[in-house]
């Protein structure tokens, strides 16, 4: 999902999907299938943040996987016994529907043994990266394919350098539950950009330098793998992905936020998965138009 944009030499190629979450809070479903391929109606919320990458001019993707996600692989390899079973029967459209995640761009995959931290996923992308600038995209996060947010990164990281950060402003009750950005003193936090001065994990709402919290968007340079190796084992015992980010900023890398005001769709908990698939059922281009109706005539006999 996301904006079509232009290409550029300078604007990063390669992009990483952590993948390798144990999904606990979708038990007993995530004991047999991986979180990533819970389906919002008939598509894995993985393929749309895919297409995110693909729609934004990103060639080459790596999936970072944990023990027990084999079906993540398969869900990207060639199935030529059902394509045959479909083409016998003449389902033009469905063997469209099973290769189009394969054919998006070049999709690998990596494991990371156990769950240590987004930081340590992000590791495992060092000889993916090639000594290039990476994208990495949270699966949990679905950004709305009508508003723009990866493009835009990808252009100020190409533009400025160092590392660029998706933001949005939330409640200060709710910013504990995200990382939290301390703006350079003097910026103007009413534009789209910022310059950023610190960072900080999931901190306590009083004690919050800011209002804007990360989400799962990230274009970070080459130098944050030596800063992931210099990150000691933050909350839970796991390397946080923030941590290092604010390593490079000591070290005077720059740091830079893109505020999101668009319409972003959360799938890393049930209650907002559940939304997620009411919103985007809605927008379906097949059952859309019939759902919207059969909702509203629910809610309103419901009550």
Not at 166 to 193: E, F, K, N
Not at 258 to 271: A, Q
Request: charged share 25%.
């Amino acid at each position: 999902m996301a904006e079509i944009a232009d290409s550029s030499t300078q604007r990063a190629r390669r992009a990483v999907v952590p993948a390798a979450g144990r999904g606990t809070r979708f038990l007993p479903l995530t004991k047999v299938v991986p979180k990533e391929l819970a389906p919002i109606v008939s598509t894995p919320a993985l393929e749309f943040v895919v297409a995110e990458a693909a729609a934004n001019a990103v060639t080459d993707l790596l999936l970072v996987v944990g023990p027990g996600k084999d079906a993540i692989a398969e869900y990207f390899a060639p199935n030529p016994e059902l394509e045959k079973a479909l083409a016998d029967k003449g389902d033009t459209e469905a063997i469209a529907s099973i290769r189009r995640a394969a054919e998006l761009l070049r999709v690998q995959q990596t494991l990371q043994p156990e769950p240590r931290g987004l930081g340590d996923a992000v590791a495992h992308a060092e000889q993916f990266a090639a000594g290039e600038a990476i994208a990495v995209l949270l699966p949990d996060d679905l950004i709305d394919d009508r508003d723009a947010l990866l493009g835009t990164m990808l252009d100020v990281q190409a533009e400025r350098g160092g590392v660029v950060i998706g933001l949005i402003d939330v409640p200060r009750a709710d910013i504990g539950m995200y990382g939290s950005v301390a703006p350079v003193d003097g910026v103007d936090t009413s534009g789209d950009v910022i310059a950023i001065a610190d960072l900080v994990e999931k901190p306590a709402p009083e004690q919050a330098p800011s209002t804007l919290a990360i989400i799962g968007r990230y274009v970070l340079p080459p130098e944050i793998f030596d800063a992931l190796r210099r990150t000691e084992p933050g909350a839970k015992g796991e390397i946080q992905l923030t941590d290092a980010m604010r390593l490079l900023a000591l070290d005077g890398v720059p740091v830079h936020g893109v505020v999101f005001r668009g319409r972003r769709y959360d799938t890393g908990n049930r209650l907002d998965y559940v939304k997620t698939v009411v919103q985007l059922a809605g927008r379906h281009p097949e059952i859309g138009a019939e759902f919207t109706t059969w909702l509203r005539e629910y809610v309103s006999v419901s009550n």
